[in-house]
């Protein structure tokens, strides 16, 4: 069996481990070498979120959101079963507590139904009731194919198999140049240098940051948002069952506050989405001045404050005020009072902007000054890891012409 020569991984999140893990497992294998800033992988996005396991109901029908979700999904299971890795594919309720929500809600179920999500059944109010015996609304939808997981533990068998076949992560990494050297690129970081002249940007929340160390300009900038969420109490977890969603509001990019039951115990109540001052800024306190200005700098930023200024006000309102969360929650499950939160943890998601104000809605993997860059990769990515690290993996193949008439696994770069 031939071997391809070294790949470079920059970024040791469950983006960067999944393609790393696809090289080692194609049937022409690479040594990928992923390169993690932290002591150890898993750090940042992957181990900040909610561990959902996400269905696919969200998504524009045809977009790879869609199609690698609802694989994802499927994929992920299987993997947890193979591997011991903690998960419950416990369901979740979409509640609709307006009239106005009603119509939203009906296209969620044709969006689910358009990507081919399995386990979708449109419920009243004496059904919800049954799920979730204290939530409240009008209709809801339930989504049996939904699921909780732990990623960070996925991610380290990702990143073990990478290691049982051949490849190497190496920690405490952070990359601090990229240069050309002939063919090779040499990668500069804090533990010394990594070269090949192949390399995949996988770094998340730095991810245009790394691609402008290389000189290219990337079309988009990531803007850094913060989600916040509290814990039930132990005396009041049994308020959720499982996973309790509102609909969605088309017109901002987020999912609104909801609960989610944890995989290793507990209720978290959440996220909001506020914009962080710092790029792994968990707290209402982190404040990097480069960083702060990488976003306030950026034209699109602005516009996109033009349009969801409002909604950005009342996002900052509830990270400041917990009457105003609660009351956010309330609608969901009128039950719950203040003393039943206590304040928990935060993740900070990596939102590409382009310069005209829009959010990038789709994942994008794209071909710039010589290396593959994953310029946008936010949830449902996690859920998405083994289809989309595939996808990575085969572009990156095409890009480098290290699989010369393979068949592709994603459009041309650029346009993935």
Known sequence: MSTDPTIIVIGGGIVGLAPAKALVEAERPARPIVLEKEPAVARHQTGHNSGVIHSGIYYKPGSLKARFTVQGAREMVAFAQAHGIAYDVCGKVVVATLPEELPRLDELERR?????????????????????????????????????????????????????????????????????????????????????????????????????????????????????????????????KALIYPVPDPTFPFLGVHFTRMVKGGVEAGPNAVLAFKREGYRKTDF??????????????????????????????????????????????????????????????????????????????????????????????????????????????RHFGLAPGAQQATRRAGEV
């Open 288 to 397: 990097d001045l480069r960083e702060a200005w990488d976003t306030l700098s950026y034209p699109g930023f602005w516009k996109l404050a033009g349009k969801y200024w409002r909604m950005g006000a009342g996002e900052f309102h509830r990270s400041f005020s917990k009457p105003a969360f609660v009351r956010a929650l309330q609608r969901l499950l009128p039950e719950l009072r203040e003393d039943d939160l206590q304040p928990a943890g935060a993740g900070v998601r990596a939102q590409a902007i382009d310069p005209g104000g829009a959010l990038v809605d789709d994942f994008s993997i794209q071909a710039l000054g010589g290396l593959v860059h994953v310029l946008n990769a936010p949830s449902p990515a996690a859920t998405a890891s083994l289809p989309i690290g595939r996808a990575i993996a085969e572009e990156a193949r």
């Open 112 to 240: 689910g139904r358009a990507n081919g999500v399995p386990g979708i059944e449109m419920i009243g109010a004496e059904r919800l009731r049954e799920i979730e015996p204290h939530a409240t609304g009008l209709r809801g939808m339930a989504v049996r194919s939904t699921g909780i997981i732990d990623y960070v533990g996925v991610a380290e068998r990702y990143a073990a198999i990478v290691g049982e076949r051949g490849g190497e992560i190496r920690t405490g990494s952070r990359v601090t140049a990229l240069r050309r050297d002939g063919a090779d690129w040499v990668v500069e970081t804090t533990a010394g240098s990594a070269r090949s002249p192949y390399v995949i940007n996988c770094a998340g929340l730095y991810s245009d940051f790394v691609a402008r160390l290389t000189g290219a300009t990337p079309p988009v900038r990531i803007v850094p948002f913060r989600g916040e969420y509290y814990d039930l109490t132990a005396a009041r977890q049994h308020l959720v």
